[in-house]
């Protein structure tokens, strides 16, 4: 199974972004869980999770990032 592309991410709308951002996290709270009961029989799948992760983290810094200079800076008088 690959790893999931950068350019998918940047594909959602920032709602989209976010309710994944929250999914992945539950997901690595899940397989977390699953770890210490020993009951994790793909560990890949934390490597594909924590990537993806990653991914959309960075796909909302950069918007973050390209609005805030995007707006006009206020001078102080």
């Known amino acids: 199974m690959p790893l999931p ?7 959602l709308t920032d709602e989209q972004l976010a309710q994944q951002i929250t999914a992945v996290k ?6 977390r869980l699953q770890q210490a009961t020993r009951q994790l029989d793909k560990p890949h799948k934390f490597r594909h999770a924590r990537h993806r992760l990653a991914q959309l983290m960075t796909v909302e810094a950069e918007r973050k990032r390209a609005s805030s200079s995007s707006q006009p800076v206020k001078e102080s008088e």
């Open 26 to 31: 539950k997901e690595l709270f899940q397989l």
């Open 5 to 11: 592309k950068i350019s998918e991410a940047r594909e």
